[in-house]
């Protein structure tokens, strides 16, 4: 059975632009957050942590190139959502934190986040 799948980014990153600092992306921060608070409902779908530098191979295989910006939310085959920000080859993309954590609660019954 096929599952929703999470990119991530692997915190603790550097970015050459910056050098000597290390970094992590915060909105990958919440649904780690999210995830970690959550670990019965977290088990319900495939998370892959990927490296910060682009290309991004993993997610392009995934996703295609255009779609590298994460997180990133790829629906199971033949699902779709409300929240959905793009397609990848028949599949349903989630891009956007809040859509993602949306997400989330209607196909996985994590909790909405408090207004």
């Known amino acids: 059975m096929a599952r929703d799948t ?10 050459p632009a910056f050098p000597g600092q290390t970094f992590y992306c915060w909105h990958c921060a919440l ?7 959550f670990p019965d409902l977290a088990a319900r779908l495939d998370v892959v942590r990927v490296d910060w530098p ?5 997610v392009i295989a995934a996703a295609g190139e255009a779609n ?3 997180p990133l939310l790829i629906l199971a085959d033949g699902a ?12 349903a993309l989630i ?5 993602i954590l ?5 196909r996985h019954g994590f909790p909405d ?3």
Do not use: C, W
């Open 80 to 91: 779709s959502s409300p929240h959905e920000t793009g397609r990848h080859e028949g599949r």
């Open 95 to 99: 891009a956007d934190k809040d859509a």
């Open 31 to 37: 649904m780690e957050g999210v995830l970690a608070s």
């Open 113 to 115: 986040p408090h207004p």
């Open 54 to 58: 682009r290309p991004r191979a993993t």
């Open 6 to 15: 999470l990119y991530l980014l692997e915190p603790g990153f550097t970015d």
């Open 68 to 70: 590298q910006s994460l």
């Open 102 to 106: 949306a997400a989330l609660g209607e």
